[in-house]
């Protein structure tokens, strides 16, 4: 006999869910056994019927779809999950992503691509879409850039400048700078702006998000 994947469709949108359920229905080997209109629905589906997917809308009413998949990917024998949604924001993704989603994409994708997501998710392997995988790769490579630009501006703090820009961007007071690093508050003062003309900043706040985009806080 072969092997029905079993997927519970989750979307506050009725007629989505009806579209889906009806193309979802005529893929041979997979079978929608449960729908819920929001992510409270969802749970007590995923309890009752036992799904393999469930593809998941992320902005619902009572319960979001990002808690919704952190609570059920925190089960025994929790079923995957593939956000489908028309949010592809970088932070929607990564929340997925952390919260178990093993897929994510987005409403327009093509009916034969979400039945084969359903299908590759289900044997353990994930899936993006490839607008999602572009995006990914891009804030990758921007924040690789960032790291670069930042590690090379702070190279040119002496020492004791890099340890006061840390110390600035950990929240540190000037008193509390001087205090810690056993200098007076003048000469923190001084070593501040020092750091502010060499690297080319404005206000603390700039030296505090350089700091973390080198990794260093």
Same mark, same amino acid.
């Given at each position: 006999? !072969?092997?029905? +994947?079993?997927?519970?469709?989750?979307?506050?949108?009725?007629?989505?869910?009806? @579209?889906?359920?009806?193309?979802?229905?005529?893929?041979?080997? +997979?079978?929608?056994?449960?729908?819920? @209109?929001?992510?409270?629905?969802?749970?007590?589906?995923?309890?009752?019927?036992?799904?393999?997917?469930? #593809?998941?809308?992320?902005?619902?009413?009572?319960?979001?779809?990002?808690?919704?998949?952190?609570?059920?990917?925190?089960?025994?024998?929790?079923?995957?999950?593939?956000?489908?949604?028309?949010?592809?924001?970088?932070?929607?993704? &990564?929340?997925?992503?952390?919260? @178990?989603?093993?897929?994510?994409?987005?409403?327009?994708?093509?009916?034969?691509?979400?039945?084969?997501? /359903?299908?590759?998710?289900?044997?353990?392997?994930?899936?993006? %879409?490839?607008?999602?995988?572009?995006?990914?790769?891009?804030?990758?490579?921007?924040?690789?850039?960032?790291?670069?630009?930042?590690?090379?501006?702070?190279?040119?703090?002496?020492?004791?400048?890099?340890?006061?820009? #840390?110390?600035?961007?950990?929240?540190? %007071?000037?008193?509390?700078?001087?205090?810690?690093?056993?200098?007076?508050?003048?000469?923190?003062?001084?070593?501040?702006?020092?750091? &502010?003309?060499? #690297?080319? #900043?404005?206000?603390?706040?700039? +030296?505090?998000?350089?700091?973390?985009? !080198?990794?260093? /806080?």
């Amino acid at each position: 006999m !072969a092997v029905v +994947i079993r997927v519970l469709l989750v979307d506050d949108d009725a007629l989505v869910r009806a @579209g889906l359920s009806m193309m979802l229905d005529g893929v041979g080997g +997979i079978a929608v056994v449960a729908e819920a @209109g929001d992510g409270r629905e969802a749970i007590a589906a995923a309890d009752a019927h036992g799904p393999d997917v469930v #593809l998941m809308d992320l902005q619902m009413p009572h319960v979001d779809g990002i808690t919704a998949t952190r609570r059920l990917r925190g089960r025994p024998r929790a079923p995957e999950v593939i956000v489908l949604t028309t949010f592809d924001t970088d932070e929607n993704i &990564l929340r997925a992503l952390r919260a @178990g989603a093993s897929g994510f994409l987005l409403k327009d994708t093509p009916p034969a691509q979400i039945a084969e997501a /359903v299908a590759l998710v289900a044997a353990g392997n994930p899936m993006l %879409s490839p607008a999602v995988m572009r995006r990914l790769m891009d804030r990758s490579v921007a924040q690789s850039d960032r790291y670069e630009r930042a590690r090379t501006a702070l190279a040119a703090l002496t020492p004791r400048e890099l340890e006061v820009a #840390l110390a600035v961007a950990n929240g540190r %007071s000037n008193a509390g700078i001087a205090s810690e690093l056993a200098m007076s508050v003048t000469t923190v003062k001084s070593h501040v702006s020092s750091i &502010l003309t060499k #690297l080319g #900043l404005d206000n603390r706040t700039q +030296i505090a998000l350089l700091a973390h985009d !080198a990794d260093l /806080v």
